[in-house]
């Protein structure tokens, strides 16, 4: 019997995050959870044959479960601790993902999760204004005071005081990799625009980030800046980069 779908289905914000969770929790996780229950078992089969008279050796199977349980217990947080920051970060996809969704009914095309090798990109829109990378960044928000980040054209800084160029670097990478794959599938080369937006945050671009080619924002306001740029792209085209980046995605084998 053959599958009735002839290709892959389109990708969900997060799913990348969603496969790295349910990693984390019934690859790794679960092993540690069984050593320890088992562990338990023996111990309490042991007391068991003790109670009732049944040549008893408790001892040996309660010193190996108090020996093993601390250590998965260890191993157990540490991942806990992992799928708490994946989820925090796949929830920051879903809610972009639910803002950029209204683009549609302006013909705007919408692709999350993008993959490719090493890394995905979290959004792309193609829009009459352009081709738009999309990076969402999940940061927790301080304990106190209003959490804004601000963007001077070459850095990021927080007002919990953590300061980074990295998503800058990683958007332009993803914008230069998504440049090149238009143009080898369409054989035309189009202007993308990097964006990175911080769900909960306040963004506030200084005087010298206007050189950046890179926007900063609230992905709340994204929708209504993307809707109303500048046209720059004809339909036909819009369809061409789709269709393609739509046939990369279906056709894309994980390793």
Known sequence: MKSPLKDNPLRNPGESLDRQIDELINGKAMPY??????SFIFAGFEWYRWYF????NPIVYT???????????LKLLSI?????????GR???KAVGQYLEGLRETSAKVFHDIPAKGFNIDHVVIAKSGIYVIETKTYSKPDSGQPKVIFDGTSL??????????PLIQVEASSNWLRTLIKETTGKSFAIKPVIVFPGWFAEPT????????????PKGL?????????KMAAEDMSLVAFHLSRYIRSYKED
């Open 157 to 166: 800084k927080f007002s919990s005081g953590f300061s980074t160029n990295k």
């Open 80 to 88: 806990r601790k992992e799928v708490r920051h994946l989820s925090q």
């Open 91 to 93: 929830d920051g996809e």
């Open 223 to 231: 929708p209504t800046f993307i809707a109303n740029s500048k046209e």
């Open 33 to 38: 959870i069984l050593i320890i229950v088992l």
């Open 53 to 56: 008279e049944v040549k008893p």
């Open 207 to 218: 005087s010298d980030a206007k050189s950046s080619d890179i926007w900063v924002l609230n």
């Open 63 to 73: 010193i190996l479960a108090i020996t093993v349980t601390p250590y998965c217990l």
